[in-house]
Every structure is written in C-alpha cells, then in structure tokens.
C-alpha cells in the first residue's frame, strides 16, 4: 500500500476529476478559459486525470497520423507550460488504454443510435466541418468513445467547455442505464446515489468553465478556434498576442463614442484583466464615451494576457528540441501506466458485472 496521503494517481483518496483535449493544433485562450484554467486550480484538491483524446483526431484525420503524433506531443507541452504538474496529475494517451475500446463498445450497446445521432454537439460538427455527406462509420462512435474516456476512470466531475455539455450527458446516460441494468441500481435511484446503492460508475457531472465561450479575434460572432484562424495561442510572443488582440472589432469611432460594455473586446476584458476595479471603471467610461479610445483598452487588455501566459512560455522553454521531446514522451510512458491500473480496474468491476469475469486479466 502506498500512504494515506499519496497523491500519486490510484493510490489517492480524493475525489476523482477527468477531462481531454483532442490534439488538433496547440492550445489557445479560449481553452484555457473554458477548461484548462480549471484543471489547474482543482489538481491539489482532486485526483485528476487529462486524456489526451488522440484516437478521436483519427475522426477527422485519419490520413495524418504524423500530424496528430505532432499535435499530441504538443498539447502535452502546453498543459505542462498551463502548470499541469505530471508527478501531482495522471496524463492519459487513450490508445495505450484498452479497456478505454472496450467500454466503447458496451455503452455503444445502451446509447441508441438516436442519443448518438441528435447530440447537438454532434450535429453542430457535422455541419460546420463540412462532413454532411461524407463522415465516416467512426465519427459518430467518438461522441460513445467520449463516455468511456469518462467512466473508465470513475470521475465525478468532469471540467468541461460549454460545447463538451451534451457529450457530458450522454455520458450519464450511458452510467445511469449500466448502473440499472447490470447492478441492481434502482430506475428511481437520485444520481449522486448510484455508486452507494452498488452500480459500478458514479453519474459524473460536467463542470463548465468560468467563460463558457470566448470568442475568437475579429468580430467576435466565431468561438476562438484554431481552424477559423482566430486564436490566441498560449504559445504566442507579447508581439503576436498585441497583434491579434488588434484585430478585434467593434465597430466604434472615436473615444467619445458611448460603446457597449458587452461587445466583443469587453468579452476579452471580463476574461482577462483580472483587477474587477479596473474592468468596472472600464465599462463605465466605456458607456459614457468618456475619452476612452479602443486601441488603449486593446493595450491593457494585451498586457493582462501577456502577464497570464509569461510563466508559461518560461515553462514551455524547457520542453524545447529533442531533449524536451524526449522528456515529454517519459511523462507520457508513467502516466500510461498509472492510467490503465485505473482503467483497467473499472473494465474488471464492469465485466463482473456484466458476467464477463472469465479471470483477471494483468497489462504487460
Ligand atoms: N471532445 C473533447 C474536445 O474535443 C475532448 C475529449 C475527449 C474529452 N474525451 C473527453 C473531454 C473526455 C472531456 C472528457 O474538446
């Protein structure tokens, strides 16, 4: 046994936390107001698990796995730049944990295929991504995958953007459905009681971040995105950064023009600056066109975020070159490891339940 106090990943007694990224490129703003931010702050007080989601960038992407080798190993580098410490926190690469496929397939059996077809999520990607026609069979399994990146590891919470919240509740679905059919778990059972009243999952519940949508540089009608170009990476120079922040618009003349404290550059105001005084005196001045010109707020606001990601390009530096590399890849080996004792105690507590328990099965 390891001590009480362990805050090693199994070994831990705390409550259980587990969230992702797909690797699609680095990570920007929007990420890490609406998750990251989060993640960060909750690793003292709970045992925390980051999935790096790299068979779900296989949906869109199939023909790069170059590409998404790349991206995965770069996510990585953000997350620990983010402050996302690997000897506090468990990093999970899904396709070194089986029984991650495996729980796929079982909830793909208690989710029809309406729940998976109607996710709004779902049907929003299958639009805007220009897939109508031509996704492939395995597109929609990401949104099942999703439930099993969950439960595999039991978590309550689940630190999610706002987009992430449909997934999140078939998610539910699929444990409320497993918990009643193969563990007794009564139909009436409240959701926060499965787990007490003998089902395997807890019914885990999405934390949403603290802007649960930031929008991207320009007009600000896009969320901030990679593909739609207008993002702000947390990789970026001071130069970059006060570059992009310039591109926001808002239509306003001239510093004696009364503006609208909501528009787009207020969104990033609110997100950013962090002194609620100054965002006040802002908005009033602001509202009144009291000679407060947009290219100043712009100054200030790229100067609140230039004070944000500072310690994180410092520790991004240090994952620079092959060495970096190679020190990344060692923090995903350990954690591949800490995941699947997790990961694979589940899948056992599952199989039994569903009588599939022909003998316990131990990972090389
Ligand atoms: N779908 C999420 C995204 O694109 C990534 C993800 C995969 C995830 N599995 C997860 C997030 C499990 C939370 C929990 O952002």
Redesign the pocket.
């Known amino acids: 046994m390891t001590a009480p106090h362990s805050t090693t990943g199994n070994a831990s007694t705390k409550p259980r936390i587990?969230?992702?990224?797909?690797p699609t490129g680095r990570l920007h703003l929007g990420h890490w107001v609406g998750s990251v931010e989060r993640r960060v702050a909750l690793q003292d007080s709970y045992d925390c698990y980051f999935?790096l989601?790299n068979m779900?960038a296989f949906t869109t992407r199939f023909d790069k796995p170059g590409d998404i080798r790349a991206d995965t190993i770069e996510i990585v580098k953000d997350w620990l730049a983010a402050g996302i410490d690997p000897d506090r926190s468990t990093i999970v690469l899904q396709t070194e944990v089986p029984a991650i496929a495996e729980l796929t397939w079982f909830f793909a059996m208690l989710l029809s295929f309406n729940d998976v077809m109607g996710n709004p999520t779902l049907v929003h990607e299958l639009e805007t991504k220009g897939l109508k026609d031509s996704y492939s069979f395995g597109f929609p399994m990401y949104t099942v995958g999703?439930c099993a990146?969950?439960l595999a590891f039991r978590p309550e919470l689940?630190p999610?953007g706002e987009d992430?919240a449909p997934?999140i509740e078939m998610c539910r679905k699929a444990a409320r459905k497993f918990n009643q059919l193969y563990c007794g778990v009564s139909n009436r059972a409240e959701d926060d009681r499965h787990v007490q009243e003998g089902g395997v999952f807890p019914v885990p519940r999405a934390l949403i971040g603290r802007i649960g949508r930031l929008p991207g540089v320009g007009d600000g009608k896009q969320k901030m995105s990679k593909s739609l170009g207008n993002a702000i990476f947390l990789s970026d120079d001071p130069k970059e950064v006060q570059k992009k922040i310039n591109k926001i618009t808002t239509g306003r003349q001239s510093p004696t023009e009364p503006g609208d404290p909501d528009n787009v550059l207020f969104k990033f105001v609110e997100a950013f600056i962090t002194d609620e005084g100054r965002v006040a005196e802002l908005k009033d001045k602001y509202r009144c066109g009291d000679n407060i010109g947009d290219g100043h707020i712009k100054q200030e606001l790229a100067q609140a975020i230039n004070v944000l990601l500072e310690p994180m390009r410092a520790r991004r530096a240090k994952f620079d070159g092959p060495e970096g590399e190679a020190v990344v890849l060692d923090i995903i080996r350990k954690g591949v490891k800490k995941a699947n004792a997790t990961a694979e105690e589940t899948l056992y507590l599952a199989k039994k339940a569903m009588k599939l328990d022909f003998g316990r099965r131990v990972l090389a």
């Open positions: 587990l969230t992702g990224d797909t999935l989601a779900h999703q990146d969950i689940v999610v992430q997934h």
